[in-house]
């Protein structure tokens, strides 16, 4: 028996032996030579004792309890705090296969290149071994994965937003189909960070990195790049996707997946809390990012959101944006990145609270309200479970899913695009979404404030050649026999002065009753070269205060010369997938061109 083998036995606690995942970790564990061999079983006891753990080597700092009972804090190193592109790659048996949207790399030399990277990099430290589960038990569309990680910080993030422990081991069973991924810290040197995926071995490896899009594998890796590959592969979709449902006053439901990129609203709008005009709607919250779905027997589309907590962004969220997020962060949640108050609680800009006369900033320092940097990273982020939330949906648990009845395309556009608008059918809904434009934010490193295509909001995600992807989104409405009907929206835009036209966050439910109404035939609209659009009186707008019709028309107008120029911005992608690109496509841009 090797010395890795002998550290293993000596741990303690092994699960139920599985051959082919016992004898990858010893592998792997023979690559990395940690001291210490970890086996999460994802109980309370545990969790408690992880804590305590990281809180003793300062990865965490504990919170103040009797305000923020179970929160803890954490800082990142200052040069890795958001997605890194330009590092991630997908790694597939051809560069055709990646497709031009992605970074590929060949996977035999890249493997190598990253296990040569791997060994001995956990001498000294702690193999943790994160069985988890994506989708809730015994759903016929949830993953099981395991995560090798030296960081307890990823251990215990990865709790919050995974089904964690024996959970997993039990859906696994016997089974050998689980995604393998190996993440070492390394030294977080910028230089030697790599994010890399193997769709045909369903792996994963990412060193160098201790961000959670680059670290938690089950959460974009895995729950996006692999799982697109692999619902290609088997007939399903994985989507950067909410999911939300709305009930009327008469019990009516409907449930809406939504795809916005980050930093867009995803959260506050998976949150929404009707205005008080409202009385009897409901909003229900099933997931904030990620959707799977899969036609089901009725001819619909259903969906389950794979994860179990929310990683959302925390500058800008409070009592107005969402409240709901707020109640849900008030225990039992890791902050990363924000400011901490001398009282042991957390602040960030945009908090309902007052900048604090004093904090330390982010990166420890100290810091002031005349301060000329920010007190929290604009990238910050709260990770907190998915039962925590006032307004979860009691469905979010079923192994069924949801029926989807309507899907959203949206994006951080100042002008051009209206306020809402829905497709003629489900091809030029899917033209909607391939075209889809989105100002950058601080949820990726590199320039912000620049409008780039960002297809159904999954152009980080994918984990295949994009115009291959497009092709999957119009095959799947061959299973479909009832498709869900889709909208685009953009609740950004802004008037001369520069000041936002229209008030969103729960305001947006306005929005979301008439897509509600569409949804079952009750909603007027009328045509135009763009899809169908509300008028002003098909629109609520009581209780709207200084709402009118000229600000409703400013909102939807459709100027024909930004609309030019925005087909020529779209062809800048068209022409970068051309070979691959489907003809449909091609044939709704000429339709919106003779429209026009």
């Not at 890795?80 to 590092?87: K, S």
């Not at 045909?200 to 799982?227: D, F, P, Q, T, W």
């Amino acid at each position: 028996m090797n010395d890795t083998e002998t550290a293993f036995q000596r741990h303690g606690h092994v699960p139920a032996p599985h051959p082919e995942a016992r004898a990858w970790v010893m592998e792997m564990a023979d690559l990395t030579q940690p001291d210490r061999i970890f086996w999460c079983d994802g109980s309370e006891a545990e969790k408690e004792a992880l804590y305590a753990e990281a809180v003793r080597q300062g990865v965490l700092i504990r919170l103040n309890q009797e305000k923020l009972p179970g929160c803890y804090y954490h800082r990142s190193h200052p040069s890795d705090v958001a997605r890194v592109e330009q590092c991630t790659y997908i790694c597939s048996e051809t560069e055709v296969e990646a497709g031009p949207t992605n970074n590929w790399s060949e996977p035999k030399a890249m493997r190598s290149r990253l296990l040569g990277m791997a060994k001995d990099s956990m001498k000294g430290r702690t193999m943790y071994v994160v069985p988890y589960l994506m989708g809730p038990h015994g759903s016929p569309l949830a993953k099981v994965g395991i995560e090798l990680t030296d960081s307890i910080y990823v251990v215990l993030n990865m709790r919050i937003m995974a089904r964690m422990g024996q959970i997993a081991w039990n859906h696994l069973g016997m089974g050998t189909d689980f995604n393998r991924g190996l993440h070492c810290l390394l030294d977080l040197d910028p230089a030697r960070r790599l994010i890399c995926h193997f769709p045909e071995r369903n792996e994963i490896i990412s060193v160098g990195s201790g961000y959670g899009g680059n670290a938690l594998l089950g959460k974009k890796c895995l729950a996006l790049r692999i799982a697109s590959a692999l619902g290609r592969k088997e007939g399903w979709m994985a989507e950067h996707m909410l999911i939300m449902g709305v009930e009327s006053p008469t019990g009516e439901k409907s449930f809406v997946a939504a795809a916005f990129p980050s930093q867009c609203g995803k959260t506050n709008f998976a949150m929404l809390v009707p205005p008080e005009e409202f009385k009897g709607w409901k909003v229900w919250t099933v997931g904030d990012d990620i959707a799977w779905m899969k036609p089901g027997p009725d001819g619909r589309l259903w969906a389950i959101n794979p994860e179990a907590g929310f990683f959302g962004v925390a500058p800008g969220t409070n009592a107005k944006t969402n409240p709901n997020a707020m109640r849900t962060i008030q225990r039992d949640t890791i902050y990363t990145n924000v400011a901490l108050k001398p009282d042991g609680t957390v602040w960030w800009e945009g908090h309902d609270d007052p900048p604090p006369a004093e904090c330390l900033d982010w990166q420890g320092r100290p810091w002031a309200p005349d301060s000329k940097e920010k007190a929290a990273h604009p990238n910050s982020r709260f990770t907190a479970p998915m039962v925590n939330c006032p307004n979860l949906a009691p469905e979010a648990h079923d192994p069924a899913g949801v029926p989807i009845d309507a899907i959203i395309f949206g994006g951080r556009r100042p002008n051009t695009v209206p306020l809402v608008f829905q497709a003629f059918n489900w091809s030029h809904g899917v033209f909607l979404g391939a075209t889809m434009g989105s100002e950058t934010t601080a949820a990726a490193s590199g320039a912000v404030g620049q409008v780039r295509r960002d297809p159904m909001a999954m152009l980080p995600f994918c984990g295949y050649n994009m115009g291959r992807f497009f092709r999957h989104w119009l095959d799947m409405r061959k299973s479909i026999k009832y498709p869900p009907r889709i909208f685009h929206v953009n609740w950004f835009r802004k008037d001369g002065d520069g000041r936002f036209l229209w008030p969103g966050y729960g305001q947006n439910m306005r929005v979301l009753q008439w897509v509600f109404g569409r949804c079952r035939g009750r909603s007027g609209a009328h045509e135009t070269p763009l899809g169908w659009v509300p008028r002003f009186e098909d629109f609520n707008t009581e209780g709207l205060a200084g709402f009118t019709r000229e600000t409703f028309e400013k909102l939807q107008a459709m100027n024909a010369d930004e609309w030019k120029r925005e087909i020529l911005q779209q062809d800048e992608l068209f022409m970068n997938l051309y070979q691959f690109l489907p003809k449909d496509l091609i044939f709704q841009r000429e339709l919106l061109v003779a429209r026009l």
